[in-house]
Each structure stands twice: as structure tokens, then as C-alpha cells.
């Protein structure tokens, strides 16, 4: 039961943090110092120094405009991270569950208590709320780092899929920090969410017999 704790609140973290910051009226990415990369092999340079761009609005597969670097991403990967984020961003619980493997969701409502999908995923957004501002839309998603198996500990989500009943082979296991731009009501549009909160929101992201979750 501690590791179900420590995983609920690891997954709401972010979403309740009381860390304020100015906002920023631009989209802030990472710059890479390309004078001191020198002779470094592409595959061996960091999380960032290779990013690219995704646009909603030239492909009607894609939920949300996203950056990410394509050396550590697939393309499948970042639609899927898109899909859970425009399910947070409209409370689209259909959407949510499509990010998840079968079972998970009703998990996450048991050692949460909430009352159904919906209303746990109502409860992130409200939380979300908080800091970005009432009426806060999403549309913007930087992927600013990620780890694998070799830089990170999955023992506690792995064993939360083994409580949910998931089966199926585990061939990959990612955890992502990303920062969501949004607008507001006001008609600011490029408020940075990581500004506000002082961190990046984390997910995970499996591969189970070949299909690509985010938890």
C-alpha cells in the first residue's frame, strides 16, 4: 500500500505544488551549446540538442502541437503524450483511457477514491487550475527531458500495473518531464505552466505488447 501512495501522489505531484513564478510571454526552448559540441557523434549528444516539431494543424492525427527530441521519442510516443494532455486540458475522459492500458483507469479511481474517471480527472484539471488560471487552455507541449531504464527507477510503476491486473511484455519504459503553454480567457497566449509551478510535469511512458501508454 506505500507504494501505491508514493505512486498516486508522485502522479498528482505536480499538479498541487505550491511554487509560484512569473510567467513568460514566449515559448522558452532549450539552447544548445553548438560551439562546444565539436566532433561529438549525434547519438551521443543530450536530451535536446536535436529537437522537433509536431503542428496539430497539418496533421489530424495529432491532438496538440508538440517539440521533442526525436533521438529519444518515437513519433508514436509523442502523439500519445499529446492525446493525454488534450484529455487533461477538456477533461475528455474517452480520450484519457485510450492513453492507458485496459484496467488502469479503474485502479487509479480505487486507490484514489474518487468517484469515477471522470471525476478524477476533473480533479487534476481543477488542480491544474490553481496555478494556470481558470479557463486555461492548453496547446503547447515542450518534452524537456528523458530517462530510461538506466537513469531512473520503475520498480513502483511497474508494481502499481502488477496490482491493476496489467499483463503483457514491458520492451520499453521512458519518464518524461514536459512543460504545457496555454491561453487564458484574457488573451494571453503563451503562459508556461513549468513558470508558474517551478517544475516540469512528469509522466511515464510504457511500451505493453507493442502499444505506447502514458501513466
Not at 566532433?39 to 522537433?52: L, N, R, V
Request: charged share 25%; glycine share 6%.
Amino acid at each position: 500500500m506505500n507504494n501505491i501512495k508514493r505512486f498516486t501522489a508522485a502522479f498528482l505531484a505536480v499538479s498541487v505544488m505550491a511554487c509560484f513564478s512569473g510567467c513568460k510571454d514566449e515559448h522558452e526552448h532549450k539552447m544548445v551549446d553548438t560551439e562546444n559540441i565539436g566532433d561529438i557523434a549525434q547519438e551521443d549528444m543530450p536530451y535536446g540538442s536535436t529537437m522537433t516539431q509536431l503542428r496539430a494543424s497539418s496533421n489530424e492525427n495529432l491532438k496538440m502541437d508538440i517539440e521533442y527530441d526525436n533521438r529519444f521519442l518515437t513519433e508514436e510516443e509523442a502523439y500519445k503524450v499529446a492525446d493525454s494532455v488534450a484529455a487533461l486540458n477538456t477533461c475528455d475522459t474517452e480520450l484519457w483511457e485510450t492513453t492507458m492500458p485496459s484496467g488502469f483507469v479503474y485502479y487509479l479511481i480505487s486507490v484514489t477514491e474518487s468517484e469515477s474517471a471522470s471525476a478524477f480527472l476533473t480533479g487534476r484539471h481543477d488542480a491544474l487550475a490553481e496555478y494556470a488560471g481558470e479557463g486555461f487552455d492548453f496547446n503547447y507541449i515542450a518534452v524537456n527531458s528523458c530517462v530510461g531504464e538506466d537513469e531512473n527507477d520503475f520498480a513502483d510503476v511497474d508494481e502499481s500495473l502488477a496490482r491493476a491486473g496489467v499483463k503483457g511484455e514491458i520492451t520499453s519504459r521512458k519518464h518524461i518531464g514536459i512543460d504545457m503553454y496555454y491561453s487564458l480567457p484574457d488573451g494571453t497566449s503563451s503562459n508556461s505552466l513549468k513558470a508558474k509551478t517551478g517544475t516540469d510535469y512528469y509522466f511515464n511512458i510504457y511500451v505493453i505488447d507493442g502499444e505506447v501508454y502514458v501513466l
